[in-house]
């Protein structure tokens, strides 16, 4: 028995032995061999989602009632939403540089006036003015980006003056630091004005006693003269074609609207649409069709207007003309904003009173065959709510831009 111990404990040594030998030759070629390295993948959603969302980016669910939907079924990369400010501000100009060929941004602050200069293909930003404009709540752009005008309350915080305003060059290439505008007054009491496709004039309204008077001058307020009168003071302009200008009584729920164009050459006024509540407007560049609104059912349904024919026929969606743009490259598209859901109010009222805010999704719609392409959700795709009005297109249809009514901030969305 104690031999066979012995024996047991020699077999014991060897093992131990033999094991310790193969660990040892185990660890030196298992140390001097490349080791492969496991491959990480990259968070997508945090790299190009500036939002920081984990949303899917599924095609969203079209209820069955809605006639001809297209739903878009890419999968929208994370960064085709972008803020371009985060201050609210008071109006901005797309425009193309004509050395790089690139599209400009350029947005003036509501706070205090300093205009800044962004880009479609970088997040720089470089401030183009530093002169100091407290109060700006409305700005006109002209088409080449470099000049505006700007509406903005006087210190009594009842007047509102109107400038003309032309940005100087930066002089110095630092971010930090730009030029100045110089310009110079307009009218006093201006109720509304627009500028023609050309950017060489300007048409205006002002109010007095006995109604109100429209005047067309060039940009700096010079070579100014009378095109228009009426008793009537309520009025929104805009210019859309070199011969016409639009001329929209300002909308609401509970009267009847009415949209008349006025030829910029003669100031023959002639009645386009008419009697109906609501009415609220826009009119394309060829001055041919107009989207329009009513106001029924406690939601505003959209149409559009052929002026030869004389017809109208009701679109897919309800929303506001304010919340469209017509395409650049084809004339038959429009881009709208689309609420979700319209809250209890009176319509367009409510809204322009802030007493709703929307949250909308984007989206296509031919109006030649009444077909509607999805294009973005911001709620679900960025996790933001966004209430889109004011909407702009570059060149070519590559960025939609817009101002988000609850914040006043700029924002732009890749359409690429």
């Known amino acids: 028995m104690q031999k066979m111990s012995k ?35 990259p968070d997508i959603i945090d790299v190009y989602n500036p939002f920081g969302t984990k949303n899917s980016t599924s095609s969203p669910v ?22 371009i400010s985060t201050d609210p501000e008071s109006g901005f100009s797309i425009s193309e540089n004509s050395e790089t060929k690139k599209t400009n941004i350029h947005y ?63 002089t110095t290439t630092l971010n930090e630091f730009g030029g100045g505008i110089d310009g110079n007054h307009l009218s006093e009491n201006i109720s509304g004005l627009a500028v023609n496709p050309a950017g060489d004039k300007i048409f205006y309204l002002v109010n007095d006693m006995s109604g109100a008077s429209g005047f067309i001058s060039k940009p700096t307020g010079l070579e100014k003269k009378l095109l228009f009168k009426s008793p009537l003071v309520e009025w929104s302009i805009s210019w859309p074609k070199e011969s016409t200008i639009t001329f929209n009584t300002k909308p609401s729920a509970s009267i009847a609207g009415y949209l008349y164009f006025l030829n910029s050459t003669t100031g023959n006024f002639s009645k386009v649409l008419g009697g109906i509540n609501g009415l609220t407007t826009k009119t394309d560049k060829t001055a041919n069709f107009v989207l329009y609104s009513d106001s029924i059912r406690g939601a505003p349904r959209l149409y559009l207007f052929d002026i030869k024919k004389g017809e109208g026929k009701l679109l897919p969606w309800n ?11 084809d004339s038959k598209i429009v881009y709208c904003a689309i609420p979700k859901n319209f809250p209890t109010g009176n319509y367009p009222d409510a809204w322009y009173q802030g007493l709703v805010n929307f949250t909308d999704d984007i989206w296509l719609i031919n109006t030649d065959t009444m077909a509607s392409t999805f294009i973005f959700d911001p709620q679900r795709q960025a996790n933001k709510n966004l209430d889109i009005t004011d909407l702009q297109l570059d060149k070519n249809d590559d960025f ?10 700029l924002w732009s969305l890749n359409l690429k």
């Open 7 to 41: 024996q047991s404990a020699i077999i014991l040594i060897l093992v131990i032995f033999i094991s310790a030998i193969g660990a040892l030759i185990w660890f030196y070629f298992a140390t001097n061999s490349p080791t492969k390295q496991p491959i990480v993948q």
């Open 319 to 329: 929303t506001l003309p304010e919340k469209c743009i017509w395409s650049n490259t």
């Open 62 to 83: 079209v209820a069955s009632s809605t006639p001809d939907i297209i739903v878009s079924t890419t999968t929208l990369p994370k960064d085709k939403l972008r803020q």
């Open 400 to 409: 939609l831009f817009f101002t988000d009514k609850t914040s006043m901030t």
């Open 108 to 170: 003036i602050l509501r706070a205090n006036g300093n205009i800044y200069e962004a880009y479609t293909d970088s997040i720089e930003q470089k401030r183009l003015s530093i002169t100091t404009v407290p109060k700006v709540y409305e700005s006109v752009w002209l088409p080449n980006g470099q000049s505006l005008i700007i509406r903005y309350l006087k210190d009594n915080l009842e007047s509102i003056d109107t400038f003309s305003v032309k940005i100087n060059p930066a």
